[in-house]
């Protein structure tokens, strides 16, 4: 992978704006200010950062996230020399944020999705990676860019989140070279693990315990979904973050092959969030304009959760992956 183009692009931009994705985890956000801090480090530049959604409390930690903003407050006239987006799987992912990505002079796409398909003026796509910090600290390491602890700090928890804690099947070679590497910048693993896993509120923990305890369980326990509604988000003031972990909680059960939840936005809007021990659920959310992992991938769809869950449920029984039993 030729990383001069990069290098040179960012070198010669002026102004840089970095784009994380819509409802953003710990891949996108820690990717976001890693390549902020990166920039500053070693370009002597500020470059700006745009969130999409509200950011998940449990982020607040990161270096340099105090100086994102959120879209709702953007000059979306903007012209930015080099717009950069990070772990946007396909281009509708950056919903209103589009608009500066298209009057950009240069775009770059840093990802790791096999749904990518490569929009930008220079793309650096790694399906084979487990997350979009290991893309960006593996481009990081060719460049010869200095990383410092801030750096290091954010793009470990891009990887730790995205691997699950380095225990999902995405869990590669690099992702655990890389955190070593992290490790010996003076990155503290206990720390972040603590403010990514360990600081749930009580009201969070309850509203995850609820929509468990209401779980559905179809062929034989094999699948497993829970549907969520906003009077519920709304009864247990939880955020918008509020399901981080429950479908990896339904497919943690034994029986489970393939787990989703089914989170209302609007009133006919419905966002999926699939996980699977043996279904392309990337293929699944294909289907409805969305994409990801074969074992973790995500869509929205226009309709009510009832009618989300059905839809969903007819997707996974075409596969017939149980047909043998």
Not at 100 to 126: C, P
Not at 136 to 154: H, P, R, V
């Given at each position: 992978?030729?990383c001069s183009q990069l290098n040179d692009i960012i070198k010669s931009s002026k102004n840089?704006?970095?784009?994380?994705?819509?409802?953003?985890?710990?891949?996108?956000?820690?990717?976001?200010?890693?390549?902020?801090?990166?920039?500053?480090?070693?370009?002597?530049?500020?470059?700006?950062?745009?969130?999409?959604?509200?950011?998940?409390?449990?982020?607040?930690?990161?270096?340099?996230?105090?100086?994102?903003?959120?879209?709702?407050?953007?000059?979306?006239?903007?012209?930015?020399?080099?717009?950069?987006?990070?772990?946007?799987?396909?281009?509708?992912?950056?919903?209103?944020?589009?608009?500066?990505?298209?009057?950009?002079?240069?775009?770059?796409?840093?990802?790791?999705?096999?749904?990518?398909?490569?929009?930008?003026?220079?793309?650096?796509?790694?399906?084979?990676?487990?997350?979009?910090?290991?893309?960006?600290?593996?481009?990081?390491?060719?460049?010869?860019?200095?990383?410092?602890?801030?750096?290091?700090?954010?793009?470990?928890?891009?990887?730790?989140?995205?691997?699950?804690?380095?225990?999902?099947?995405?869990?590669?070679?690099?992702?655990?070279?890389?955190?070593?590497?992290?490790?010996?910048?003076?990155?503290?693993?206990?720390?972040?693990?603590?403010?990514?896993?360990?600081?749930?509120?009580?009201?969070?923990?309850?509203?995850?315990?609820?929509?468990?305890?209401?779980?559905?369980?179809?062929?034989?326990?094999?699948?497993?979904?829970?549907?969520?509604?906003?009077?519920?988000?709304?009864?247990?003031?939880?955020?918008?973050?509020?399901?981080?972990?429950?479908?990896?909680?339904?497919?943690?059960?034994?029986?489970?092959?393939?787990?989703?939840?089914?989170?209302?936005?609007?009133?006919?809007?419905?966002?999926?969030?699939?996980?699977?021990?043996?279904?392309?659920?990337?293929?699944?959310?294909?289907?409805?304009?969305?994409?990801?992992?074969?074992?973790?991938?995500?869509?929205?769809?226009?309709?009510?959760?009832?009618?989300?869950?059905?839809?969903?449920?007819?997707?996974?029984?075409?596969?017939?992956?149980?047909?043998?039993?």
């Open positions: 992978m030729d840089i704006l970095i784009i994380s994705h819509l409802n953003p985890d710990g891949d996108t956000l820690g990717s976001m200010c890693g390549l902020y801090s990166a920039i500053k480090d070693n370009f002597k530049k500020s470059a700006d950062m745009l969130l999409l959604s509200k950011l998940p409390v449990l982020y607040e930690f990161l270096p340099y996230i105090n100086e994102a903003k959120h879209i709702d407050d953007y000059d979306k006239s903007r012209e930015y020399d080099l717009v950069i987006d990070v772990d946007v799987a396909a281009y509708d992912r950056m919903c209103e944020a589009s608009i500066l990505f298209e009057k950009a002079k240069y775009t770059v796409n840093i990802d790791h999705h096999k749904t990518n398909n490569s929009y930008a003026n220079l793309n650096f796509v790694s399906p084979e990676a487990s997350s979009t910090g290991e893309v960006l600290f593996g481009l990081m390491k060719e460049m010869g860019w200095k990383i410092s602890l801030n750096t290091a700090t954010a793009l470990y928890t891009a990887i730790l989140t995205d691997t699950g804690s380095f225990r999902f099947d995405n869990t590669g070679t690099k992702a655990f070279q890389y955190a070593s590497e992290m490790v010996e910048i003076g990155v503290k693993p206990s720390e972040i693990y603590k403010n990514c896993y360990e600081s749930n509120s009580k009201e969070l923990v309850q509203f995850q315990a609820y929509c468990l305890s209401k779980a559905i369980f179809e062929n034989n326990n094999k699948i497993a979904f829970t549907l969520i509604y906003k009077k519920d988000i709304e009864k247990f003031n939880v955020g918008d973050d509020c399901t981080e972990g429950l479908a990896e909680k339904l497919r943690a059960i034994v029986t489970t092959d393939v787990a989703f939840i089914v989170k209302q936005i609007g009133t006919n809007i419905s966002k999926i969030s699939m996980r699977s021990k043996i279904v392309d659920v990337a293929e699944i959310c294909s289907v409805f304009g969305g994409g990801g992992h074969q074992q973790a991938a995500g869509c929205v769809i226009k309709s009510n959760p009832e009618e989300a869950a059905k839809r969903i449920l007819e997707e996974i029984r075409k596969r017939n992956v149980w047909q043998e039993n």
